[in-house]
């Protein structure tokens, strides 16, 4: 791989593994049309940029996860840790399952387009949910995450393994249509890829080899420089209930990811 590739598929990995626009679909879309591949110490260097990414954006919520579990506290804390647990039980099986399907996916850009637009129509939908702020303490409930509402978006994680479908896109708008509020959605959807992110660089570790050793790291370094201010910016946009505004984007790339796919 060479250094201005690495640093290309850096980039674009940055840009979108955070915005809801499925990293992995992007990844296949300039394999297949511009033949820009990745191999596997680059696959799993940039699992651990992604992994930095959320330690450096959530490095207090984490710390205070661990602070109340070292104390023995059954408090907000610990229950945000036994739901990131529950919601990473459904990829975990998923994952194990369907690896191979996944993998069979990640030639077809024809699906690849298909998943775009869904998960664009996805996003659009997302224009339309409100936040409940009745004071009232059955309304109140009604937002709160809880372990059902955890493992929906678990699956909704695992669904995020079919290229096109973005992670960040399937948990936040599966949370919205929850009523969960947005800044305790907004840290759960993002620490619960933790476990994720961990088990896929496990998974693809045992290929590692480095090889063109300059390149790999320069590609990770933008992936996490890029990706840190992907992730900050998302999490305004998720605040502000603008994150539909994605939805049209991944349409009219899906459309035309269909139509170059039907021709070629």
């Not at 933790?194 to 290929?207: D, Q």
Request: aromatic share 12%; glycine share 8%.
């Amino acid at each position: 791989m060479e250094i201005f590739q690495a640093i290309i598929l850096g980039i674009v990995q940055g840009i979108t593994e955070w915005l809801p626009v499925s990293s992995s679909g992007h990844l296949v879309i300039f394999q297949e049309l511009f033949g820009f591949g990745t191999n596997v110490s680059f696959d799993v260097l940039l699992h651990f940029a992604t992994l930095l990414v959320i330690l450096l954006v959530f490095w207090k919520d984490i710390v205070a996860i661990f602070k109340s579990l070292f104390s023995l506290k059954w408090d907000e804390n610990t229950k945000l840790l036994l739901f990131i647990i529950i919601a990473s039980v459904p990829i975990a099986i998923i994952g194990f399952v369907f690896h191979d399907f996944f993998i069979g996916l990640l030639t077809n850009l024809f699906l690849v387009g298909i998943f775009l637009v869904i998960n664009g129509l996805v996003l659009f939908l997302t224009r339309f949910t409100k936040q409940n702020n009745n004071k009232s303490n059955k309304l109140k409930d009604s937002s709160k995450l809880n372990w059902w509402k955890s493992l929906v978006i678990g699956v909704a994680q695992a669904v995020a393994l079919i290229p096109g479908i973005s992670r960040s896109g399937a948990t936040v708008s599966t949370g919205l249509f929850l009523g969960i509020k947005k800044k305790k959605l907004i840290t759960f959807s993002f620490l619960m890829a933790v476990p994720a992110i961990i088990g896929a660089t496990i998974s693809e570790a045992k290929g590692l080899t480095m090889v063109n050793p300059a390149a790999l790291i320069l590609g990770s370094i933008a992936a996490l420089i890029v990706g840190y201010f992907s992730l900050k910016f998302l999490i305004r946009i998720i605040e502000k209930g603008k994150m539909h505004n994605f939805s049209y984007y991944c349409v009219v790339l899906g459309i035309i990811v269909i139509l170059v796919a039907l021709i070629y």
